[in-house]
């Protein structure tokens, strides 16, 4: 969260998924924050959403199996190349694998 100094509140990256959103309905999803990880994983969201909602459970699954009262943080970054369908889809995700702390940002100077 912002705060007055308009510094964020740090998220832990062991609880983060930040999701990149591309050309093509096309997702890069890696754990934590780009600064930190180089690994990622390329999700083609034309042959469905079964990729995304997979990470997302696994994400969950691993939070939960070490911290009981924490959930998973996910951070949705939209390009200017992406398109609605595709920030809509991962919305809906959002919704469907019940992720209750989520938020769209820009895309930051780390990330391309």
Do not use: H
């Not at 042959?47 to 997979?54: D, H, N, S, Y």
């Not at 809509?88 to 990330?111: G, H, Q, R, S």
Request: glycine content about 2%.
């Amino acid at each position: 969260m912002p705060t007055e100094k308009g510094n964020s509140t740090p998220a832990p990256a062991s609880r983060t998924i930040t999701i990149l959103l591309s050309i093509d309905n096309k997702l890069l999803c890696y754990d934590g924050f780009a600064k930190n990880n180089n690994d990622f994983e390329v999700i083609d969201l034309n042959t469905g959403v079964k990729q995304l909602r997979e990470r997302i459970i696994a994400k969950t699954t691993a939070i939960n199996n070490n911290r009981a009262t924490n959930t998973l943080l996910t951070i949705i970054k939209p390009t200017m190349e992406s398109s609605y369908k595709t920030l809509v889809a991962v919305l809906d995700e959002m919704t469907i694998n019940e992720v209750k702390k989520y938020a769209v940002a820009n895309i930051d100077n780390d990330d391309r």
